[in-house]
């Protein structure tokens, strides 16, 4: 390949513009992808809110990147790993770089926040799951480690002026993606650090390469003609002779050596600027959107008028100690997979544990007709306990599959009553009752006050499951029979 065909291939690509149809089809078939893998490994849920959070962490990238004039903009979802966003830069720009990989943080940080505004009209736990998941999400891509978004605006900032302290700033990457392959069991960080350590000596090579020829000034500035072709395939070719053998490689690496010849990086007090603002970013940002997403989504205070405390009657098992295995249960187990507000837990199970004036008098009458019948089920003002607190830090943020997973289907237990993050921050916590046996899996949510009286029509077959779920609410919540 000659050094005029080099430069022909690079300006017939410079001066190509795609169509959109092409990024589209890659954005729906990636996206496809991602959702298709996802699905066979975590809940549908959690993978749609996963797909809603890359996409617009991404789309902050591509509007970054569409603000400083780059070309032939897509984007693409790969499978366990995440997103990514690319385009085509007229000119290398260190500022420009460092601000588009910031951009992506930047706007999923601002999707939480729009999230919590959605909360706060809708009560729906969606959006709080969301914001919390995007938080997670864009944290750890702030992280100062390479190929994540902290590590390239801090590459692009520092270190990619001279190859030697960014080929340190990679090896540091690649040990910090090591620790976090460790301490997260996860084979997909490990598999990544191996890539970015089989890849370090040719990407080293390729910034000395720059770097020698940006001593030159006779390659600075102007067009690129065939004498600068020839001096940096030169240049290339000693590095990594490899290239020769591909035509495609040889001309990618000499429009790349090409940009970063001419790459220009920011001044000293924009540096600065820019440190300055990563350390605020970093270490203030999610924290404050954390923060904000959990005020906003719970309630001020647990209010004694949720409850039915004034005229209710305690069970006797309202003061007892909760248990931390489904298996340990004897009554319906109330399993708490929210650890986020322990008085909020307290409240709830005291709450459960309520008899209302209608139970207890349904209770009495039950007991007369059964003592009737020289039959004694209790006495009359002393309800049986009905549920079992299941209070274990493992069960953190599981869904209901996964808590289904241990229960067996021949279990004794015919419904689940889980407390998870939604019922904490509602301000009338309404509680997912699960059906075990039934049609397992399904689910509806009913208040604390409630509990009592579908758990008892539930195991005597008194009623139906679809009695309640007929009567629920617009926003899906059981509040009793309407009179």
Known sequence: MTNADIL????TRKSQTKGPLNAWILLIVSASLFAGTGA??????FVALLAVAIFIHELGHLLAMKLFRYKNLKMLFIPFVG???SGEPDEHNAYKIAMISIFGPFIGFISCYVAVVLWLLTKEEV??????LSVFLNAFNLLPILPLDGGHFLNETLFNRYPLTELVFRILAILGLGVLAYAFQSWLLGGLAFIMLLSLGVSHKMAVAASVLRKEEDLKGGDLTEEKVERIREEILRANPQFEKNPKALVNAVKDTWLKVNKTFPGMGTTVLLLFAYVAIFFGLPMVTAGVIYVASRPPQLQASVFPAPTAVDHPASQAMSITNIAEATNAPLVRTDFSDDRGWQAICAAVRKATPEDQEAFNALVAANSAMGQDIGKAGELPPFVDAVENPQFA????DELLALIAEESNHGRLYVVDRFSISHPEHPIRVVDVHGRRGRTFRA??????GIEANLSTSNMEWEAFTEHLEEDGIFRGFSK
């Open 83 to 85: 997103g990514a966003a």
């Open 127 to 132: 959006f709080v799951e969301y914001a919390y």
């Open 397 to 400: 943020g599981l869904t209901i």
């Open 40 to 45: 066979f490994h975590w809940d549908v849920q």
């Open 8 to 11: 022909d291939a690079i300006e």
């Open 447 to 452: 208040v604390p006050s409630q509990i009592y």
